[in-house]
């Protein structure tokens, strides 16, 4: 097959085509770079969703390879993350071998419908969640998440779970069995790692006068803060050892036993067995299977899906395909939960540090793949000695930053109704869980764009033309009129004419580029209601569209201006136009005693 048509099936390899040793040297140690980043948050990641440590490698692996032959932004990287395993931990504490099974099949079903939606091109859908109430979940999550965490800080035994408010009340219930030894190993991981991250920042090799020098401290600060993760890791593993190696009462919990080896190739299970409220094994089919994953098979691709576009966005700019970056996500599940993987997407710490090494082609991802083959084959039964204070340092130290508070000023000062949203994702999200608190967030913004779409804003002016003819002047500020906000318009206009008196009517359209079948006969009716109290409704400014959408939708020709000058003109050449105005009627029945006074004052002057 020639590399032309093998490039449209595997767009990735257009990487190859003038890859050079320089470009092969970049990729490498940025890939080395990422891996020592996702060995230690893959064995952490796993634990967050209730599997085994080794589920974490396995998911870490398969997306970098096929994101290089299919992806089009070099600095992604797919893989675990926080908030999928936090998705994941939902579906995984039924007890025996259920909880990979249902975290496999997830992944399976989430790449199922990635791919569907990329194509059908729904890639859109993810605009639908608005940036307040992206901040809302992503806050809760990093919430629930640190708290989720705190029983391994603390040295507590148990599972953590998804459920913060039940995770905070078991946390406070067992305050008593804290051990000292994982608290202090935790706290001070923590500190370690929140330092590091912030010497980065600090310019110590300015002060140094030698060249040479200095790039080989800046670039010996850059390593160790890059790697912090792995460096807290591998000390706190070797403090476990030496504690823990040759003694029967260790002061740390550790992880275990970590099975070493390759994953076999199997398709996912579509039955497995759990633990009944009696203790009893019971089976589950299929069925039963997706019934318990219900919501999370469409919220959590949703999920991934936005994860994966933001970053893609944010490193790779405006220029790349949503559709190719949907199907690489999608394949890097389904072919990862053939590999025992857990759901995966892009992950923005792990491509920051991959954009930060100077990544140049997505090829990097394969060497950061072999990186954690090699770990799984080689370094697993030493990942037993890892604390797991030390792994829930390094989830808590991640996800703090997730918690957004910088943007709740900006949406104070300039749009207060988009907190609303948000909040209520936040608060939904810690009390009732995250895929129900992102529902109502997002519907509650298409709740309010429903109501902006209903009631649009309208600005009404009584004004005068250069000869002194009074109109009304009605201005919608909106691009749009349907259905919902027809009557909006027609009881608006009444108001106008109540408040300000009858004059001729003047719908300013040049903001309005599109009306529906109901907003024409909506207008329709109008202009017969006004025509009947004889006065005169004008379109001004109006799309030629908007004149044929009105026609055929109601077989009446709509006097049109372009400008108050032509209304003047128009008024002028129109016979009896004061006296029609002088026995006009609002269209509002509130104003009905003066109606019946002006009518009287007229027919005493005939007399």
Not at 154 to 181: A, E, I
């Amino acid at each position: 097959m020639p590399m032309k048509s093998l490039s449209v099936l595997l767009p990735g390899l257009k990487w190859l085509q003038g890859y050079t040793a320089q470009d092969a040297v970049a990729d490498l140690i940025a890939g080395i770079t990422v891996g020592l980043t996702v060995l230690p948050q893959g064995l952490a990641y796993a634990t967050l969703a209730g599997l085994e440590p080794q589920y974490g490698l396995y998911s870490a692996f398969v997306g970098g390879i096929v994101y290089a032959l299919l992806g089009s932004c070099r600095q992604v990287t797919i893989g675990p993350t926080a908030l999928l395993a936090l998705m994941t931990s939902r579906h995984t504490g039924f007890g025996l071998d259920s909880g990979p099974a249902y975290g496999i099949l997830l992944c399976l079903i989430s790449g199922i419908v990635e791919l569907a939606m990329a194509v059908l091109k729904l890639g859109a859908l993810v605009d639908l969640i608005s940036l307040p109430v992206t901040v809302g979940f992503t806050s809760a999550t990093a919430v629930i998440i640190g708290t989720s965490q705190l029983k391994g800080l603390l040295g507590l035994r148990g599972g953590s779970g998804s459920d913060f408010l039940n995770t905070m009340r078991s946390v406070f219930g067992n305050l008593h069995k804290v051990r000292y030894g994982d608290l202090t190993l935790g706290l001070v991981s923590i500190f370690v790692l929140l330092l590091l991250r912030r010497l980065k920042n600090v310019k110590l090799a300015n002060r140094v006068g030698n060249l040479r020098a200095q790039q080989l401290l800046s670039g010996s600060i850059w390593v160790i803060c890059t790697g912090r993760n792995a460096l807290v890791v591998l000390m706190s593993s070797v403090l476990a050892y030496s504690q823990c190696g040759q003694q029967t009462d260790c002061p740390f919990i550790l992880t275990g036993k970590v099975k070493s080896g390759l994953p076999s190739l199997a398709l996912p299970k579509f039955e497995t067995t759990i633990i009944g409220q009696n203790g009893t094994e019971e089976h589950q089919n299929f069925e039963d299977m997706l019934s318990e994953l219900g919501p999370s098979m469409l919220i959590l691709p949703i999920i991934a899906v936005l994860g994966n576009v933001a970053i893609s966005k944010a490193f790779g700019g405006v220029g790349l395909s949503p559709t190719r970056e949907l199907v690489a996500l999608s394949l890097s599940n389904i072919c990862g939960s053939f590999c025992s993987s857990m759901p995966v997407t892009g992950s923005f710490s792990r491509s920051a540090v991959n954009h930060a090494s100077g990544v140049r082609t997505p090829i990097g991802g394969c060497y950061t793949s072999l990186l954690v083959l090699l770990a799984l084959g080689l370094l697993a039964p030493y990942f037993q000695y890892i604390p797991k204070a030390a792994l829930s340092a390094v989830i808590i130290s991640a996800v703090i930053f997730m918690i957004e508070f910088e943007v709740i000023r900006p949406l104070w000062r300039c749009s207060r109704r988009e907190l609303l949203p948000g909040a209520i994702t936040f608060v939904m999200s810690l009390a009732i869980g995250v895929e129900i608190g992102l529902l109502l967030g997002v519907g509650a913004d298409v709740a309010f764009l429903v109501y902006r779409a209903a009631r649009p804003v309208l600005t009404v002016s009584k004004l005068q033309t250069i000869n002194g003819i009074s109109y009304i002047l009605i201005r919608p500020k909106h691009s749009s009129l349907y259905f919902p906000a027809i009557e909006w318009v027609r009881n608006g206009i009444s108001k106008a004419l109540s408040t300000h008196g009858t004059a001729p009517v003047v719908l300013d359209c040049a903001q309005v580029h599109d009306f529906d079948f109901t907003a024409a006969r909506g207008m329709g009716n109008l202009h017969k209601e006004l025509a009947k109290a004889n006065v005169p409704l004008f379109l001004m400014g109006a799309d030629k569209n908007i004149g044929v959408i009105l026609k055929e939708s109601t077989n009446i020709d709509f006097p049109t201006i372009d400008c108050p000058n032509d209304l003047e003109f128009i008024l002028e050449h129109t016979p009896n136009y004061e006296l029609h105005l002088q026995v006009t009627a609002p269209l509002v029945d509130s104003n009905a005693d003066n109606i019946v006074t002006e009518l009287s004052t007229l027919s005493a002057k005939s007399t």
